[in-house]
């Protein structure tokens, strides 16, 4: 090969490599480039670099020297390059993780049950009027749950269809446990370990076996108030409802009671809510029947007392605008998460 071949050849490998180095964008790019034109074993300057050794003796020097230069320009330009993509790609990974502009990162993070929210609530609006906060168990027996109450044995509120028995109906006697019908239970309890006067309200689960539907659930929430002491009269009564009634909903509310017939109180009413829209059913509630009082020791002549019990779904649903209980607890999270 003549020597002027020689050069021109290696002119124009120089003048393509170059622009391959000048225009690699990314690092993938230019280790291509560098492949193609300096590698080792199949690199284009290789290839020109078998021709050097075939010119004549003359003409090598010339030729090495021209070589040399080109190899040498070509792998700074290379090596140039490379740390300029670098730090552009330590630049940009820099400016990532201190982007201020970027939005924050969002933990979700969970929240009480909305009825678990309604309890604490309740105990704080009850609390502020002067009423602690009592527990009892939600596996009862026949006496707290309806004797004490002065439910007779014939009473239909006892009958096996209505309640969650632990024993089949033959099995039943004196010692018979049943998860609670209603909190009611807890009067009797406190009553019984507490001379008066008492003040308590209580809160937990209730089980009936109710066909589910928008307003009925098997198992579901109620509150449990109590206060006995020196003549307490109706009027106490519906005032502590009121106030608790404007505590929970706002001054917009309104209560009103119903004649109606519990037989552990007396005279006994329905307690209704009217917030925004229709009257709707609360609970019960009355002047304790002075035969409860007789039955835990008190006595009648001394003291009376009143006592309410209201369901909290209802008290939930009707703050919230649930129109179906059973939202309550199929434990979808997009239902929930909307009463954080
Ligand atoms: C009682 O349970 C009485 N213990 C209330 C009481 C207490 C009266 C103290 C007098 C003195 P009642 O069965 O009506 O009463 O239930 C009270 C409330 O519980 C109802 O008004 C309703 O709000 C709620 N409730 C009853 N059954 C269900 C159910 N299956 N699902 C959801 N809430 C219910």
């Not at 924050?104 to 609390?127: D, S, Y």
């Amino acid at each position: 090969m003549p020597l002027e071949d020689f050069l021109s050849d290696l002119e124009s490998l120089e003048s393509s490599a170059e622009s391959a180095f000048r225009t690699a964008q990314d690092s993938q790019s230019l280790e291509a480039a560098r492949v193609e034109f300096l590698g080792a074993r199949s690199g284009r300057l290789k290839a020109v670099q078998k021709e050097l050794g075939r010119l004549d003796r003359a003409e090598k020097p010339v030729a090495g020297k021209r070589f040399n230069e080109v190899k040498k320009r070509l792998e700074s330009l290379y090596e140039e390059k490379k740390a300029l993509l670098n730090q552009a790609t330590t630049a940009s990974s820099d400016k990532e993780i201190f982007d201020p502009t970027l939005p924050g990162r969002t933990f979700r993070l969970g929240h009480l049950h909305p009825i678990t929210q309604t309890i604490e609530t309740l105990k704080e609006i009850m609390g502020r009027l002067g009423f602690s906060v009592a527990e009892g168990p939600e596996v009862e027996d026949a006496w707290h749950n309806f004797d004490a109450l002065h439910i007779p044995e014939s009473h239909p509120a006892r009958d096996p269809l209505d309640n969650f028995y632990l024993a089949t109906a033959s099995q039943q006697d004196e010692n018979t446990l049943l998860l609670r019908s209603q909190t009611s239970t807890v009067q009797i309890r406190v009553m019984e370990s507490t001379p008066p006067p008492v003040r308590i309200i209580s809160l937990g689960r209730v089980y009936r076996p109710d066909t589910a539907d928008a307003t009925h659930y098997p198992m579901f929430h109620q509150i449990e108030g109590l206060l006995v002491d020196r003549q307490v009269t109706m009027a106490d009564l519906k005032s502590v409802l009121r106030l608790f009634a404007v505590s929970y909903f706002g001054e917009e509310v309104h209560i009103r009671f119903r004649p109606s017939f519990f037989p552990f109180t007396e005279p006994s009413v329905e307690v209704d809510m009217s917030w925004h829209e229709g009257w709707i059913e609360m609970g019960g509630a009355g002047m304790v029947d002075p035969a409860v009082l007789s039955a835990v020791g008190y006595d009648p002549e001394e003291v009376t007392g009143f006592a309410f019990g209201l369901g909290v779904e209802r008290i939930c649903m009707r703050r919230h605008g649930i129109t179906d209980i059973r939202e309550l607890y199929r434990n979808d999270v997009r239902f929930l998460r909307q009463f954080p």
